[in-house]
């Protein structure tokens, strides 16, 4: 059976809207995507779902090893602070975003701001991702998923699945947006790397380019990014995920993007995966983290690729032959009626083939794979 770790207090997080295009619509990011995907995988024999278990609340220490702990106090307060001190409302979005170029050639200014508003476009970037009464619990509840999937994998299971929401693929050191605030997916890679001393790779085929975890890993070489995504030419969020952007320092070349045609399908995208998984294995890693997204398919809202359910099993399939143990971290999708079907898809396809990770501490706690050294 398919271990997933899907905590209840996502509900928490539920804005009313979103802006983007131009409109204030109803979130695409919305509490019934994870209820969806929990359904179709709780009515599944091959898989068992479970509460994670909840981290304390001052307990920051796995999220502050890759964001700024000022992002973490700002999320934990903001939402309270503005209903005292600005107004009540359910939704809590910046207006004024603190863009470098606002203070060029008139010195870098006096660092966060007192007031919550001004901390608003300090912390985030972008208006898609609402701040509500819940969304601090959610988002932790989140990377409790994300690092029960991680333990169940170094504990010997060859697959596991955390039903993070919000995602958390496009929060950045010390940015959240793009419906994310926590990454999800870089703590797990992150704590994996720490705890073992082993290597780690994070594959991310969200349609969306995963520019939180790049810049996470950007300078380590402990960690290798790699990621198939819609060309940022045309796709959010277009400033990240060029193919020339490869890491840099201590991780040159442990990064790698592969920017995608609108209109691939299956096939076009299968051989597009099968470069990005050379990339991978290329990097040696012990432990595969995959930021799933489920937006390449062909009947999201918001995207422009044409992959269909089916293809979804063979890309877990074709990810699995590489014979890592995968940590699978649920980020976007937002076709609601065929969520849950490609989840359970890509899973199944995975726990066809995929390897169970020998967990060198069972023979010596000292040493890993024969020459790494535990802290
Ligand atoms: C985790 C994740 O998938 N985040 C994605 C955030 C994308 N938000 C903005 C998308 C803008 C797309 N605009 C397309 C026009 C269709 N109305
Ligand atoms: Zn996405």
Redesign the pocket.
Known sequence: MIPVWASERHRGHDPNAEI??SGFQPPF?HPGRADVIAAALSTDACFSIAEPPRSESGDTAAIEAVHDPGLVRFLATAWAEYQRSVRPVHDVVPDVFAMSALRDRMGPGRGEPPSVAARLGWWCYET?TPLTEGTYGAARSAVDAALAATTSVMDGEPLAYALCRP?G??AATSLYG???FFNNAAVAAHMAAAATGARVAVLDV???HGNGTQQIFYERDDVAFVSLHGDPERA?PYHTGFAEETGTGRGRGSTTNVPLPARLDDDGYLSALDRALSAVAAATPAVLVVSL?L?TYGGDP?CDLDLTTGGFERCGAAVAELGIPLVVVQ??GYADEALGANVSAWLRGANSRSARWDRPDRADPNVQNGSVTRP
């Open positions: 983007e295009s990011e898609t995602p693929h496009h793009g419906y994310c969200d349609y969306h959010y997204g937006d918001i980020e976007g």
